[in-house]
């Protein structure tokens, strides 16, 4: 099992996911809001402009997002490590405990890997908005919208794209 590591920043700390670098994370949060320039995010035709006190409260959730589910993984993995040290003195178990240990194993191990899947997204959000490509489908190329990103700042595809592939 992997353990994670600490790395601190100048207002917070956070846990680093395993399989995550130390530089993986001080990149997601080099650039901050401060270096986004609303005027060059996409927006829909009748949309208003993003505003810089926008960009800060998406970015700012973002970077919630991610020390929220860092710290999710965390537990999840502190967990999933006592179930594990529990199941190897199983002796004497029944085959009922044996089961109910087994299935809250899988429970634990899957919402460990959703959250890892969530981060991953969190993380490439941070750097599209923090770099380039935020706000535009990577489908069409076309302007996902700016109320779906604020509502789903994680979102790569805008609606009819999303629908297109759902139906698939």
Partial sequence: MTTTARHKTSNDSALVAPGRTRTAV???????????????????????????????????????????????IGAAEAAITGLMRDSNDGAGDDQVDAGTKNISRE???????????????????????????????ESCGQAIGKARMQAFPRATLCVQCKAKQERR
């Fill in 107 to 137: 429970s634990e191990l899957a919402l460990a890997n959703n959250a890892r899947d969530s981060l991953a997204q969190v993380e490439r959000a941070l750097g599209r908005l923090e770099g380039v490509g935020f706000g535009t489908c």
């Fill in 26 to 72: 001080a990149a997601v949060r080099g650039g901050g809001a401060e270096a986004v320039d609303p005027a060059e995010l996409p927006v829909r035709p009748g949309e208003d402009p993003w505003t810089s006190q926008e960009v800060h409260e998406l970015h700012a959730e973002l970077i919630s997002e991610l020390d929220r589910l860092q710290n999710e």
